[in-house]
């Protein structure tokens, strides 16, 4: 019996792996590694009870969206949920791209955001960052003007990098009119500033968000986007009915309620991100400044390779970027973990080196 064959350009692409081994102090994905708060918890064991298991879910998300437009002062006609931001990013590209649209990417950045244009059939128009890996906004107007995408993804703060786009730059960005510009902010809380503040329903801006960093509910998949109502409701004509279970829905409104608890943990991750720094300025390695929960080094004296299995056998993982395309060659990304794993990471590193 012939079987049937799946679409062959997926052949040629890898899916997105961060490899998990079984090591003690695991610093390869920007989790959070403190555990949500106690108090939501209880709350959503509570909660569960008076779920009506039978029905299917509110297909609007009335209230999630309405705690976190709240939470972001928008209306909730200006919020998009789904299942972690990648779903996000793939209903972008649904409505957005497609056969015969173009995204415009600028390398190194997120491998999702070309990964789902191809998957979607949407033209991926690669260009560069900087050598110091901000964006230049002169190349991202010679990208307009030629390729004239429909999308253009940004990340701020970007993964693997950690550098944040500026205010600035983003505002001259949007003036360039590239079609619909993501600023991708799944580390947006780490930094100074945020895109969320140029929304409008007049300028074609979103911002992606996710629940898998500083709310340190990866294990949850909610992300949503912050952008203009007629987005949302295209974003809207894409979404499978339903899409957004119960359970998810009720977890992430009463997490909302403890964003004073998540600007804690932010706040804490952020001092040990400096101290991580600056350890690792005193090692043999380039280490580049990051506005997010992670920071990408370089040793100097070593194959980044060959680091990153030292470590395995010393019981830290940190992610392997050392051939990551547009990243200088041998360079590795690490989370800021608890002080404790912070401190293991440090004293394996110095042993390795
Ligand atoms: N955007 C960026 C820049 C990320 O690094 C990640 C997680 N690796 C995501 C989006 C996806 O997050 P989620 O868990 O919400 O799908």
């Given amino acids: 019996m012939s079987f049937p064959d799946c679409r062959a350009d997926l052949a040629l692409r890898d899916g997105y792996h961060s490899p998990q081994v079984d090591v003690a102090v695991r610093l390869n994905t920007n989790e959070s590694p403190y555990p949500p708060p106690e108090g939501w918890r209880r709350d959503l064991a509570s909660a569960i009870d008076a779920v009506e298991f039978n029905r299917y879910p509110d297909r609007a998300a009335t209230e999630l969206r309405e705690a ?29 791209g497609g056969p015969g649209r173009k995204a415009a990417v600028y390398e190194p950045t997120y491998a999702l955001h070309s990964h789902i244009a191809h998957l979607t059939s949407t033209e991926v128009v690669q260009a560069s960052r900087r050598d110091d ?29 950690g550098d944040a786009l500026p205010a600035a730059a983003a505002a001259e960005i949007l003036g360039l009119s590239p079609g619909l510009v993501v600023v991708d902010e799944a580390y947006g809380d780490f930094a100074d500033w945020s895109a969320v503040s140029l929304v409008d329903d007049e300028i074609p801006l979103v911002v992606t968000r996710t629940f898998s960093k500083t709310w340190a509910m990866a294990a949850l998949r909610l992300g949503y986007l912050i952008g203009p109502a007629r987005v949302v409701s295209a974003l809207e004509r894409v979404a499978l009915p339903y899409h957004l279970d119960a359970f998810k829905q009720i977890a992430g409104r009463l997490a909302v309620a403890y964003d004073d608890e998540m600007r804690q943990r932010v706040g804490a991750i952020v001092s040990e991100r400096s101290r991580l720094q600056s350890a690792l300025g005193d090692l043999d390695v380039e280490v580049w400044p990051s506005e997010a929960n992670f920071l990408l080094f370089r040793p100097e004296s070593r194959k980044g390779d060959e680091v990153w299995h030292a470590l395995v056998d010393r019981g830290v993982l940190v992610r392997n970027t050392a051939s990551w395309p547009g990243l200088p060659s041998g360079c590795l990304r690490v989370t800021v973990g608890t002080p404790q794993e912070n401190d293991a990471f440090l004293s394996a590193l110095k042993e390795t080196l």
């Fill in 133 to 161: 890996f901000s964006v230049d906004v002169d190349l991202v107007a010679d990208v307009t003007s030629f390729s004239k995408p429909d999308i253009t993804f940004l990340c701020s703060p970007n993964n693997p990098t």
């Fill in 68 to 96: 976190l437009a709240l939470l972001h002062r928008v209306r909730p006609d200006q919020v998009f949920v789904a299942n972690g931001s990648n779903e996000v990013l793939q209903s972008l590209c649904l409505a957005y």
